[in-house]
Protein backbone atom coordinates (compact mmCIF):
# COMPACT_ATOMS: atom_id res chain seq x y z
CA UNK A 1 0.00 0.00 0.00
CA UNK A 2 1.09 3.34 -0.90
CA UNK A 3 1.69 6.07 2.02
CA UNK A 4 0.37 8.95 1.39
CA UNK A 5 0.66 12.81 3.09
CA UNK A 6 -1.95 15.08 3.88
CA UNK A 7 -0.73 17.87 1.19
CA UNK A 8 -1.77 14.69 -1.19
CA UNK A 9 -5.37 14.58 -0.11
CA UNK A 10 -7.62 16.38 -2.78
CA UNK A 11 -10.71 17.39 -0.50
CA UNK A 12 -14.12 17.79 -1.70
CA UNK A 13 -16.28 21.20 -1.12
CA UNK A 14 -19.79 20.79 -0.35
CA UNK A 15 -21.07 21.57 -3.70
CA UNK A 16 -18.80 19.09 -5.03
CA UNK A 17 -20.19 16.63 -2.63
CA UNK A 18 -23.55 17.00 -3.59
CA UNK A 19 -22.75 16.57 -7.09
CA UNK A 20 -21.77 13.20 -6.55
CA UNK A 21 -24.46 12.56 -4.21
CA UNK A 22 -26.85 13.52 -7.35
CA UNK A 23 -25.44 11.13 -9.45
CA UNK A 24 -26.26 8.29 -7.05
CA UNK A 25 -22.62 7.71 -6.04
CA UNK A 26 -23.20 7.47 -2.59
CA UNK A 27 -26.75 5.46 -3.27
CA UNK A 28 -27.62 2.92 -0.23
CA UNK A 29 -24.46 4.66 2.06
CA UNK A 30 -25.13 6.62 5.12
CA UNK A 31 -22.43 9.61 4.64
CA UNK A 32 -21.30 12.74 5.54
CA UNK A 33 -18.81 15.11 4.54
CA UNK A 34 -16.45 16.24 7.07
CA UNK A 35 -13.61 18.60 6.33
CA UNK A 36 -14.10 17.75 2.75
CA UNK A 37 -13.25 14.01 3.77
CA UNK A 38 -17.02 11.68 2.84
CA UNK A 39 -16.93 9.98 6.39
CA UNK A 40 -19.20 6.65 6.34
CA UNK A 41 -21.67 6.80 9.54
CA UNK A 42 -22.09 4.02 11.44
CA UNK A 43 -25.46 2.36 11.61
CA UNK A 44 -27.95 2.94 14.58
CA UNK A 45 -28.28 0.60 16.76
CA UNK A 46 -31.77 1.09 18.96
CA UNK A 47 -30.27 2.62 21.77
CA UNK A 48 -29.33 5.41 19.27
CA UNK A 49 -32.48 5.50 17.51
CA UNK A 50 -34.45 5.57 20.73
CA UNK A 51 -32.35 8.72 22.33
CA UNK A 52 -32.56 10.22 19.26
CA UNK A 53 -36.48 9.73 19.26
CA UNK A 54 -36.59 11.34 22.45
CA UNK A 55 -34.38 14.05 22.41
CA UNK A 56 -36.05 15.26 18.79
CA UNK A 57 -39.79 15.03 20.64
CA UNK A 58 -39.27 16.68 23.73
CA UNK A 59 -37.72 19.84 22.02
CA UNK A 60 -40.46 19.72 20.04
CA UNK A 61 -42.76 20.09 22.66
CA UNK A 62 -40.89 22.51 24.47
CA UNK A 63 -39.74 24.67 21.68
CA UNK A 64 -41.75 27.46 20.06
CA UNK A 65 -42.70 26.78 16.04
CA UNK A 66 -40.58 29.51 14.88
CA UNK A 67 -37.34 26.98 16.09
CA UNK A 68 -36.84 23.80 13.55
CA UNK A 69 -35.79 20.51 15.01
CA UNK A 70 -34.29 18.81 12.60
CA UNK A 71 -33.38 15.02 12.90
CA UNK A 72 -30.16 13.16 11.06
CA UNK A 73 -30.22 16.72 8.35
CA UNK A 74 -27.27 18.31 7.06
CA UNK A 75 -25.83 21.34 7.94
CA UNK A 76 -23.51 23.33 5.62
CA UNK A 77 -21.43 25.11 8.36
CA UNK A 78 -17.88 25.48 6.78
CA UNK A 79 -17.37 25.14 2.78
CA UNK A 80 -16.02 21.68 3.20
CA UNK A 81 -18.25 20.41 5.95
CA UNK A 82 -21.36 19.41 5.95
CA UNK A 83 -22.06 17.26 9.49
CA UNK A 84 -25.54 15.43 9.79
CA UNK A 85 -26.16 15.70 13.54
CA UNK A 86 -28.54 13.53 14.95
CA UNK A 87 -30.57 16.54 16.33
CA UNK A 88 -30.12 19.93 15.55
CA UNK A 89 -32.05 23.27 16.59
CA UNK A 90 -32.56 25.65 13.85
CA UNK A 91 -34.54 29.05 13.69
CA UNK A 92 -36.74 28.50 11.06
CA UNK A 93 -35.85 31.61 9.37
CA UNK A 94 -31.92 30.34 8.68
CA UNK A 95 -34.42 27.20 7.45
CA UNK A 96 -36.32 29.20 4.90
CA UNK A 97 -33.22 31.38 3.79
CA UNK A 98 -31.36 28.56 3.22
CA UNK A 99 -33.81 26.32 1.08
CA UNK A 100 -33.12 24.79 -1.41
CA UNK A 101 -29.94 24.35 0.27
CA UNK A 102 -29.45 23.38 3.56
CA UNK A 103 -28.63 26.23 6.80
CA UNK A 104 -25.35 26.83 8.09
CA UNK A 105 -26.34 27.64 11.56
CA UNK A 106 -28.13 26.41 14.50
CA UNK A 107 -28.57 26.73 18.63
CA UNK A 108 -28.09 23.67 19.66
CA UNK A 109 -26.64 20.25 18.00
CA UNK A 110 -26.70 16.89 19.54
CA UNK A 111 -24.97 13.63 18.75
CA UNK A 112 -26.00 10.47 19.94
CA UNK A 113 -23.14 8.31 20.70
CA UNK A 114 -22.20 4.65 21.34
CA UNK A 115 -19.25 3.19 19.34
CA UNK A 116 -18.83 6.83 17.34
CA UNK A 117 -17.61 8.72 20.87
CA UNK A 118 -14.37 9.33 18.85
CA UNK A 119 -15.91 10.48 15.62
CA UNK A 120 -18.82 12.78 16.61
CA UNK A 121 -15.97 14.48 19.66
CA UNK A 122 -13.84 15.50 16.37
CA UNK A 123 -17.10 17.62 15.20
CA UNK A 124 -16.79 19.58 18.37
CA UNK A 125 -14.36 21.75 16.26
CA UNK A 126 -16.34 22.06 13.46
CA UNK A 127 -19.29 23.53 15.64
CA UNK A 128 -17.06 25.25 17.49
CA UNK A 129 -15.83 27.26 14.46
CA UNK A 130 -19.28 27.58 13.17
CA UNK A 131 -20.30 29.28 16.18
CA UNK A 132 -23.08 27.19 17.42
CA UNK A 133 -23.60 27.94 20.91
CA UNK A 134 -24.17 24.78 22.51
CA UNK A 135 -23.18 21.44 21.48
CA UNK A 136 -24.64 18.08 23.46
CA UNK A 137 -22.56 14.71 23.07
CA UNK A 138 -25.04 11.77 24.56
CA UNK A 139 -22.65 8.95 25.45
CA UNK A 140 -24.93 5.56 25.91
CA UNK A 141 -22.77 3.05 27.46
CA UNK A 142 -21.62 6.17 30.46
CA UNK A 143 -25.17 6.96 30.70
CA UNK A 144 -24.05 10.90 30.52
CA UNK A 145 -24.65 13.77 28.51
CA UNK A 146 -21.46 16.50 27.71
CA UNK A 147 -22.30 20.10 27.50
CA UNK A 148 -20.03 22.30 25.57
CA UNK A 149 -20.82 25.99 25.59
CA UNK A 150 -19.45 29.15 24.86
CA UNK A 151 -17.59 28.22 21.23
CA UNK A 152 -14.38 30.16 20.99
CA UNK A 153 -12.43 29.29 17.51
CA UNK A 154 -12.48 25.35 17.63
CA UNK A 155 -13.42 24.28 20.79
CA UNK A 156 -15.79 25.23 23.95
CA UNK A 157 -14.70 27.19 26.60
CA UNK A 158 -17.08 25.19 28.80
CA UNK A 159 -17.35 21.47 29.22
CA UNK A 160 -19.73 19.59 31.68
CA UNK A 161 -20.72 16.29 32.21
CA UNK A 162 -23.79 15.20 33.54
CA UNK A 163 -24.41 11.97 34.80
CA UNK A 164 -28.11 12.12 37.16
CA UNK A 165 -31.27 14.21 36.97
CA UNK A 166 -32.16 16.72 34.51
CA UNK A 167 -30.90 18.79 31.96
CA UNK A 168 -32.14 21.85 30.37
CA UNK A 169 -30.40 23.95 27.55
CA UNK A 170 -28.16 27.11 28.84
CA UNK A 171 -29.41 28.60 24.87
CA UNK A 172 -33.00 26.86 24.83
CA UNK A 173 -34.30 27.45 28.68
CA UNK A 174 -37.43 26.04 27.43
CA UNK A 175 -35.81 22.48 26.88
CA UNK A 176 -35.17 20.27 29.96
CA UNK A 177 -34.96 16.20 29.60
CA UNK A 178 -34.27 13.93 32.36
CA UNK A 179 -31.65 11.99 31.76
CA UNK A 180 -33.02 8.66 32.33
CA UNK A 181 -35.57 8.93 29.54
CA UNK A 182 -32.60 9.45 27.22
CA UNK A 183 -31.34 5.99 28.14
CA UNK A 184 -33.02 2.73 27.61
CA UNK A 185 -33.17 0.57 30.53
Not at 121 to 143: H, N, S
Amino acid sequence: MVALRMQDIRRLTVDEYHRLADTGAFANERVELIEGVIVAMNPQGGGHAFATSVLSRKLGAALPESLHVRTQMPLAIAPRSEPEPDVAVVPEQLVINAAPDNPSRALLVMEVCDSSKRRDRAKEALYAAAGIPEFWIIDLPARSVEVMTQPSGTTYAHHRVVKHGSLTSKTLPAFTVRLSSLFPR
